[in-house]
Each structure stands twice: as C-alpha cells, then as structure tokens.
C-alpha cells in the first residue's frame, strides 16, 4: 500500500498531492505539465533536494517510511524497492540487452529475488535478443527489454511514467495485456501514469485524476 | 631522418612527461570533472575558475607560482626536500607543470562529457538498487570514456608542447628536464641549428597528429559502440 503527503513549489508550479494507494493497479490521468512525473519522481527518491527545500512531506511504502521530513527520514532510491519505468526505456548503451536485465538482478541477495529471469525473459519473448545492444532493438523491443530489467530488480511497487505512448497501437496492446498481469503474477503492484484513456479501459485499476498539481480518485 | 643521442632523449623524455601527465592526471581530471557537471556547492564558481585559470594565465606564471612552492625553499619544496625528494629542475617537475596547464582542458573534456549524459540512465541504474558510487563505476564512467580519452589526448598533445612553465619551474637542462619544445627554443638560440630546429619541429608535428588521429578513432569507435552518429 502507498501513501503519501507531498507539498512542492517549482517556480510558479505547484505541487500539492496526498493520496492512499490500496490497488493492485492504480492509474493516474492527466494532461503534460499536470504533475504527474513530478510525482513519480518524488516517490522514487529522484528529487529529494527539492523536497528537502519544501520542508515538508511523507511517503510509506507497505508500513516502511520512505520519506519523513519532520522525522529526518529519507531513503537513498536505490533502497526503496521503487521500479520506474520511462517511456524510452533508458537501457544503457554501453551494456548487451543480457546485461541490461541482470543489472538489478544481480544486485539482490538470493531470498530478495522474487522472479526467474529465465521465465520473465520467455514471458516477455526477449530471448532472441539476448546478446544485442540497445541501438539495435525497436522502440517495442526496448520497451519489453527495460520491463524485463525493471521487474527482475523485485520492486514493492512498479512505476510506470508513459511507458507506451510512443509505440503504435500493434506493438502497445500485448505489453499492456502483459502490465495487466504483473500484480497477479509476480505480486508488484502498478502505478500508472498516462495521458491516454484508452490505457485506463485495459488495465481497468483505480483511476485518479491529476490536474494542475493536484491529485483528485474519480474511479 | 636521423636524431642524435640528446634529441632522442628530448624526444623520450617529452613522451615520458606527458604520458606520466596524463596517467595523474586522470583520476584528479574525473573528479573535479563530476564535482563541477553534477554538484552544486557553495565556491563552485570559484573552484571552476581556479581550475580554468591555468587556460588563461601567461605560462610563466603558473610555472613561476610551481618554484615558490616547490622550490628547496617553498613551503611544499622544503618538507618533500627532507625526504631527498626534489621536484624543481627534475624531469619529475616538467610532469608537474605539465600537470597544471593540462588540467583545464582535461577536466572541460570530460565535464562536457558528463554534461550530455542523459542524466536519467543514472537515475535508473539507482532505481535498480546501485548505490552512488556503483553507479558512477558501471553507469556513469564507461558512458564518459568518449570525454576521458579526448581529455587524455588533449593532455598528452599540451603536454607535448608545454614551454613556458615548464623552462620556468625546471629549467632547460640536457638529459634531465630539456623536452622537444625546449630543444626546438634551444636549436633555434644556436645560429647553426635551423635544420635541427626543423626536425624536431617536423617530429613534434607528427607526434601530435598521431595522438589526436588515435584519439579520434577511438573517439568514433566507443560513439559507434553506444550507436551514436559519428560527428
């Protein structure tokens, strides 16, 4: 479960969203410069330093404190178990697709990985791509591949910033039928942020509504 | 194009400062690089600037500044001397004053580098559970190498013709801190040595060029690696 309590000043953007997060799979909607990245990055840790200047703010993550002004708590991003994914996938060039996917994997103790890459790696048909490097995949292969990376990292909770917008309605409909699984599956819940509403019809989670800095649950 | 034996060694002993240069100054060129593209801190406009003055000082000075301190009676010169260690007019202070003209541009390569990193490939590499550091080591460096080799050979090229604070703070003695650029100055003091003066001008040259065309295939080899254009 997410919950969090966020006030933020960007210039003349503000931020001001609290929100308890109880759903496998939770959707946020809402139009370019609404807030919801922002979002997305405040939870996983990306803008501490403003938050920090905001002087005020709580994130619990499943009854663990990820972020408590008052208290002094602020956990570093690669300690949240936060999984984020962009919509170009952010692979890194210099490392083959095998290597993008261990990156995190490898990083676990044994009892905190929660997924085989072999299975994840089937799942997400990926297996031919294996030894080639991210120049050479297609915007729905990088897709597949960060997804791969991302969740092998077994992250309490999977964000997900656009992830889809780029890629034509063919190579989108499989990937969104596959994010629909994961809380079931691999027990990771999703959050989900897109402008497209046809993407709430498939995933069919909660819906909120962001919209000038503010957080409003309308389904 | 033959050299005598005192040319050959202005020749070994320039490609031995500037490699020595090069290979000290890495590790100072990469951290100030990351301290100035990714910190913000209170001095940093001042630290950048003490790190660039060398670019825009007369040669001399830095040179001049290097003696006062290293000198046997500077106040760096003095303690190393009580260990037998001297650095004014030894070879080893032709590295050090190379060191200081060639860090500006050693530092600007990599730091321009790390300024068009896509800053949020970091981010993903922590998101995955790296800490800073581990990503700075399998994220951050190998994507930079392309400004760490351009900065090397950059370094090695100044350092080859480093002149003015080098003779400065070392001298010009044969066999000992007497590089090309020194050799070239004292050929031409000589009335008689115009085709010397020419050979280890053409020799320079050719150094020089050899290092930045390596340079530059190695640049367009790592860009290719990562699927970037070549420029």
């Known amino acids: 479960m997410l919950e969090f309590d966020l006030k933020l000043r960007r210039g003349e953007f503000e931020l001001d ?3 308890q997060m109880h759903q496998p799979i939770t959707l946020i909607l809402g139009a370019s410069g609404s807030g919801k990245s922002t979002l997305l990055a405040l939870l996983a840790g990306l803008l501490n330093a403003e938050l920090l200047k905001a002087r005020y703010g709580q994130i619990h993550l499943n009854q663990r404190v990820l972020f408590d002004h008052q208290n002094s708590i602020n956990q570093p991003s690669h300690l949240r178990r936060i999984g984020l994914m962009w919509q170009d996938g952010q692979l890194f060039p210099h490392l083959n697709v095998q290597q993008n996917i261990e990156y995190g994997y490898r990083l676990l103790k044994p009892e905190q990985r929660k997924i085989q890459p072999k299975q994840l790696i089937e799942l997400l048909d990926i297996g031919h791509l294996l030894q080639r490097r991210p120049r050479h995949l297609s915007g729905g292969e990088k897709q597949r591949v960060a997804l791969c990376r991302t969740l092998l990292a077994s992250p309490e909770l999977l964000l997900l910033d656009e992830p889809l ?20 599956q691999f027990g990771i819940p999703l959050l989900y942020v897109t402008h497209q509403l046809e993407d709430c019809e498939v995933l069919a989670g909660e819906v909120w509504q962001c919209s000038a800095g503010r957080l409003v649950l309308i389904h | 194009m033959t050299l005598s034996p005192d040319e050959y060694q202005a020749l070994w002993l320039s490609v031995k400062v ?8 890495l590790i100072p060129a990469i951290g100030l690089a990351w301290l100035l593209a990714r910190c913000e801190f209170w001095g940093k406009s001042l630290v950048e600037a003490l790190v660039m003055l060398p670019l825009v000082l007369p040669p001399v000075v830095p040179g001049y500044l290097l003696l006062l301190l290293f000198g046997r009676q500077g106040a760096i010169g003095a303690w190393l001397d009580q260990y037998g260690i001297q650095v004014a007019f030894h070879w080893t202070g032709a590295v050090l004053a190379s060191l200081v003209m060639c860090l500006p ?5 990599i730091r321009l580098s790390l300024q068009q990193q896509d800053i949020r490939l970091e981010q993903a590499a922590q998101l995955l559970g790296a800490s800073r550091l581990r990503v700075f080591f399998t994220v951050t460096l190998p994507l930079c190498w392309s400004g760490i080799l351009v900065g090397a050979v950059l370094a090695f090229g100044r350092s080859l013709g480093e002149f003015g604070a080098t003779i400065t703070f070392v001298g010009n003695i044969n066999g000992e801190t007497r590089t090309l650029p020194l050799a070239i100055y004292s050929a031409i003091q000589n009335p008689a040595g115009e085709a010397l003066a020419l050979r280890l001008i053409a020799l320079s040259v050719l150094m020089a060029l050899a290092a930045l065309l390596l340079g530059n ?3 367009q080899r790592h860009q290719s690696r990562l699927g970037h254009r070549h420029a």
């Open chain 2, 105 to 109: 541009l050693f530092v600007q390569s």
């Open chain 1, 17 to 19: 969203m609290q929100a």
């Open chain 2, 217 to 219: 295939w190695l640049n």
């Open chain 2, 18 to 25: 500037a490699t020595w240069c090069v290979l000290l100054g």
């Open chain 1, 165 to 184: 917008t780029a890629l034509n309605p063919s190579l989108k409909q499989p990937i969104l039928g596959f994010l629909k699984t994961i809380p079931t």
